[in-house]
């Protein structure tokens, strides 16, 4: 039997072109792990009978309540109430940094898919907004197969080209956003921490639940560079010349505060804050989704 | 500074080795698009400052690693001691340096006195002004002598003074010298005090070694210089072969003069004989190793008064000592004053008729060849009469059976006596005892009379004859002659202290018959022996007092004539007296002449006029003191007399000073006996071996102190270590 809990690691991943199979053997390598199914509501168990009014969909007209009794009631399920759920990723150039073949973004691209399949797998709405520093694509939530391989065709088509501002795009996705549910930022984060938070703040404001999964590079967090390094600035920024083990400890303090700045935010706004390295399994998104949904 | 093995610091190019790395590193360079780009602006830009900072400080010490370690291979080590002066107490030197007259032998084209200064001006290098060091700068030799003893320390000054520094003609005496340094370092209040003795280190320099023996709390080093085997021959003495030191003109003397070889080999050389300047004669002579040679020559002198003999050998390379002088008085004759004190008509009557006849055969005609006397007979009355006594021109005067000396010519006689005379006394039936035993109170008699003993038909012997007196010397060989003298009568005498009794009568008493005293201080009771090899205690006192112009007085307790006895009749007599005459006469010519550098001349007492003094290299200084003691240069020295019209001098005496035998010796005195004789603690170097400007520092080998490769190694490795931990610390560990 196939171990699908291998296609929880990026690198195996990257090795499957299609992003829809990619999605699926993500969700059922980590599936096959668990030992009870994390499935709410998606199962067509039974909840209440209503009486018919014209416009519900016959198929779900009880017939053996109608030959019994001649009145019409038509069967209610749970999947009824599920959560509609938005994705925001950041598609700026930062993301594609990727010190190994899988860069930020294509990470994100796998989390988002996976999130997405999970999300339709169990009648959850999902939808996906691509940002940098303002809206690039929005797909409104749906709950619907043709729906994620729209999604999924997106996500695939998805390229890195500007800055994040993440306060500017905030106001036109909280537009989007009507109903309650649950927000998933995927980024990088790199803009000024206050922008970001009060971007988050604002979609909290709306009502919204929201994760926010901080994707890094491997080398992003450990600065592992030996050698004189000319680094070459993405987004406008310009480049350095220096010997990066001189720099380290700084940077590294630095990179720190930003990202506990971030965090101390998040918490502060009841914000699920995850920080992933790209070289780390996909599962561990899944898992804070999961415990994300469960107190929903 | 200098190095063991300057060849590694060619190494110190590599000291460019963490430039050109850093260069390189720079060159090659990776190229990363980088995406948290904010971050690593913002720490560079915080960060540049101290950036380069650390950059600079790292690499200045890989530079200083690289360089330490190119250093230590090459073992640097400093000349002067420079780190002392950070580490090191503050030092005092004491350096002496040997100026005796070995040092002036020719090693080469210089002479080894020259190594010495040499030697010593490196000595004064290793001194450091800054420390608070001291310098003192003395000589060592017989008479050391303290150049520079100075609490403020001029290192120019010094090296001057070392340059002008002249060698002397004294002996070396090291351990009079190094009581001397021994006491100046344990005055000094300097933290550590080191002695260096800068020397030939000749065995015969450590004389009177049992003197010394220093409890010192000072370092000792001993720096010998000059080659081991030097050899050396030399005149080793001069001298009269004259028992009585008294020589008349036309009388032949036989000089004899040792030759000694102090060298490994044997040599011939030509030993010649100077008397007065001109050559008398010379010999080819063969020495052997280590041997000494005796030559006589004879020689006469014709005029009177005061001569000089040289012998010479062929020089060597230490000259000074290859020629020795002899300074002596010729008399003409034997200038004898006789106050009779009972003259008579009849020939055998009178008291003095058989003294006249021994001492002078043919009286008629005085200074024949027959007899060195020329008498002056006075009578007794005569004598009381007489204003003023012919002292003056008078060697030894003979007093017989005199009654009393009135007081007016016992002034004039004891002024003489002060002046060197001698006096003979005989006694006889006119003696007043009362006045002779007031003599005796003045201490001009050296007996007391106390009654006339014996008869006239009774007679006695002479018995415990003192042969070994320069008088009775002659008798050694026919001691039976001096005892067939008899004698009837004769004054028994108590002999008073400082006398001494050259016969007594064979009595039952043993009467004393024959008795000296000195007058003043007296002479040597025995003629000077010619320097020794070995120094006489004679000469080894700093300003013995060579001129003993002091008289003698010898009493015969019996007459003159045959009154009281029948010696007359005897041959002996004529000997008796003759030798009593000849050796209370000597008393000025037996002025030790033959002296040792630094040796005062003490001048006649008594003697009116102004004296000048010839010297051998000073030129004639003129006296006023009544002893001379510029007598440093060896040489003749010529002691002179203006007259009483200033217009012409008159020379009165020739004085030899010689330098002293034994430090002709330059054989080096061997460690193990070294070690015995000075009993401390020493370092002895050898400036021949090698001894290099270090090696002077602190004798022999570099001074730890200035091996600074051990300290240049703690360098690097707490570089080494400070550069890891800084290199971790600024995060640029590789």
């Known amino acids: 039997m196939e171990d699908y809990r291998r296609y929880l690691n990026p690198q195996v991943l990257n090795k499957i072109s299609r992003l829809d199979l990619k999605a699926r053997l993500v969700v059922e390598g980590y599936i096959a792990g668990l030992h009870r199914s994390p499935y709410r509501g998606v199962s067509q168990e039974f909840a209440a009978h209503r009486e018919y009014v014209p416009g519900d969909d016959l198929r779900h007209l009880d017939w053996k309540v109608f030959g019994r009794s001649d009145r019409l009631y038509v069967k209610q399920y749970e999947q009824e109430t599920n959560l509609i759920c938005y994705l925001l990723l ?129 080398y992003e967090v450990r600065f592992p560079f030996e050698r004189m390094t000319r680094f070459e ?47 780390q399994m996909l599962d561990v998104a899944l898992t804070a989704y999961l415990a994300k949904r469960e107190r929903l | 500074m200098s190095f063991v093995s300057p060849a590694y610091l060619w190494l110190l190019l590599a000291g460019a080795l963490p430039v050109i790395i850093h260069l390189l590193n720079r060159q090659r360079y990776q190229t990363v698009r980088w995406a948290a780009m904010e971050f690593l602006l913002a720490a560079s830009h915080k960060n540049r400052r ?30 002067k001691p420079v780190l002392n002066a950070l580490t090191a107490p503050d030092t005092h030197l004491v350096i002496a340096i040997d100026n005796s007259y070995s040092m002036g032998y020719r090693d080469g084209s210089a002479t080894i006195f020259e190594q010495v200064k040499d030697v010593a001006r490196k000595l004064i290098d290793t001194l450091r002004v800054d420390r608070g060091d001291r310098l003192t700068l003395m000589t060592l030799s017989e008479y050391p002598e303290t150049l520079i003893n100075d609490v403020s320390l001029h290192i120019t000054q010094a090296k001057k003074r070392v340059d002008e520094l002249a060698l002397t003609d004294y002996a070396t005496n090291i351990m009079k010298t190094l009581a001397l340094a021994d006491d100046i370092a344990s005055k000094s209040t300097a933290s550590r005090t080191v002695i260096y003795l800068v020397t030939d280190n000749q065995k015969t320099g450590y004389k009177h070694a049992e003197a ?10 001993i720096i010998e210089v000059g080659s081991a085997g030097r050899a050396n021959h030399q005149v080793t003495r001069i001298y009269p072969l004259n028992q009585s030191g008294l020589i008349l003109t036309g009388q032949s003397v036989a000089f004899q003069v040792e030759s000694t070889n102090y060298g490994n080999k044997d040599i011939v050389t ?51 000592d290859d020629s020795r002088i002899y300074a002596l ?72 059976n005199l009654e009393f000396i009135p007081p007016g010519k016992l002034r004039q006689i004891e002024e003489w006596l002060n002046k060197g005379g001698g006096l003979l006394i005989f006694l006889g039936d006119k003696v007043d005892r009362t006045a002779y035993n007031d003599l005796f109170a003045k201490g001009l008699l050296p007996a007391e009379l106390v009654e006339v003993a014996g008869n006239n038909t009774d007679t006695v012997r002479f018995d415990r004859i003192d042969f070994t007196h320069p008088a009775l010397t002659f008798f050694g060989s026919v001691k039976e002659k001096l005892r067939s003298l008899l004698i009837q009568k004769y004054y028994s005498v108590k002999s008073a202290e400082g006398s001494r009794v050259l016969m007594s009568y064979g009595d039952t008493a043993n009467s004393p018959a024959v008795i000296e005293k000195p007058v003043g201080k007296g002479r040597p009771s025995a003629a000077p022996k010619p320097p020794s090899y070995a120094v006489p205690k004679l000469r080894s006192g700093e300003g013995q007092e060579l001129w003993n112009g002091e008289g003698w007085l010898i009493l015969v307790t019996t007459s003159a004539d045959a009154e009281w006895n029948k010696m007359p009749a005897k041959p002996s007599y004529v000997m008796l007296i003759d030798q009593l005459c000849r050796y209370l006469a000597s008393s000025s010519s037996l002025v030790a002449r033959d002296l040792l550098p630094a040796q005062t001349i003490t001048l006649p007492a008594g003697e009116a006029g102004n004296f000048l003094m010839a010297t051998p290299k000073s030129g004639t200084v003129a006296l006023q003191a009544p002893n001379y003691k510029d007598t440093a240069d060896v040489g003749l020295y010529t002691l002179e007399r203006l007259t009483a019209d200033r217009m012409t001098k008159e020379k009165l005496s020739y004085f030899g000073v010689n330098p002293e035998p034994a430090e002709g010796d330059l054989r080096r005195i061997a460690p193990d006996e070294l070690r015995k ?43 080494l270590v400070l550069e890891l931990v800084l290199a971790q610390r600024f995060g640029r560990f590789a």
Request: with cysteine.
């Open chain 2, 329 to 400: 008085d010729i008399k003409d004759s034997i200038k004898t004053l006789i106050i009779n004190g009972e003259p008579s008509a009849e020939p055998f009557e009178d008291e003095v008729v058989f003294l006249r006849y021994a001492l002078s055969p043919q009286p008629e005609t005085p200074n024949s060849n027959i007899s060195p006397y020329a008498l002056n007979i006075i009578n007794g009355q005569e004598f009381i009469s007489t204003e003023q006594l012919p002292l003056n021109n008078t060697d030894v005067m003979i007093i017989a």
């Open chain 2, 677 to 719: 004789i000075l009993n401390r603690p020493f370092e002895l170097v050898n400036a021949n071996a090698g001894l290099t400007d270090d090696a002077l520092a602190s004798g022999g080998q570099i001074p730890p102190l200035s091996h600074l490769w051990k300290y240049l190694i703690y360098l690097v490795l707490i570089s």
């Open chain 2, 212 to 221: 010394a023996t220093a409890t010192a709390k000072s370092e000792l080093k």
């Open chain 2, 50 to 79: 101290r950036i380069q900072m650390e950059n600079l400080l790292l690499l200045l010490l890989r530079v200083a690693i690289v360089l330490g370690l190119a250093f230590t291979f090459a073992r640097p080590y400093l000349k």
């Open chain 1, 233 to 279: 600035g993405m987004e406008e920024y310009p480049q350095l010349f220096a010997d990066p083990r001189t720099l380290r400890n700084e940077y590294l303090k630095t990179l720190e505060d930003f990202l506990s700045r971030i965090r101390r935010g998040c918490l502060a706004e009841r914000i699920d804050y995850v920080r992933i390295s790209t070289d």
């Open chain 1, 90 to 218: 950041d598609v700026s150039e930062s993301m594609s940094y990727g010190s190994t073949t899988v860069n930020k973004l294509e990470y994100s691209r796998y989390l988002a898919a996976a999130l997405s399949f999970l999300m339709v797998q169990q009648q959850d709405a999902v939808g996906l907004v691509l940002f940098d520093r303002q809206v690039r694509k929005t797909i409104p939530a749906r709950s619907s197969t043709p729906h994620l391989n729209l999604i999924l065709k997106e996500l695939s088509e998805a390229q890195p080209t500007l800055k994040t501002d993440f306060k500017a795009i905030s106001d036109d996705v909280t537009t989007h956003l009507a109903q309650k549910g649950l927000v998933i930022v995927i980024s990088d984060l790199f803009d000024e921490p206050e922008r970001i938070l009060s971007g988050l703040e604002r979609i909290r404001a709306k009502g919204q639940e929201v994760i926010v999964f901080n994707i890094l590079d491997e």
């Open chain 2, 270 to 320: 030509a030993v010649n004989f100077i008397a007065d300047g001109i050559k008398q004669g010379g010999s080819s002579v063969n020495i052997g190793a280590g041997r000494t040679v005796s030559l006589a020559f004879n020689h006469s002198f014709t005029e009177p008064g005061p001569h000089w003999v040289r012998a010479e050998i062929e020089k060597d390379n230490l000259v000074i």
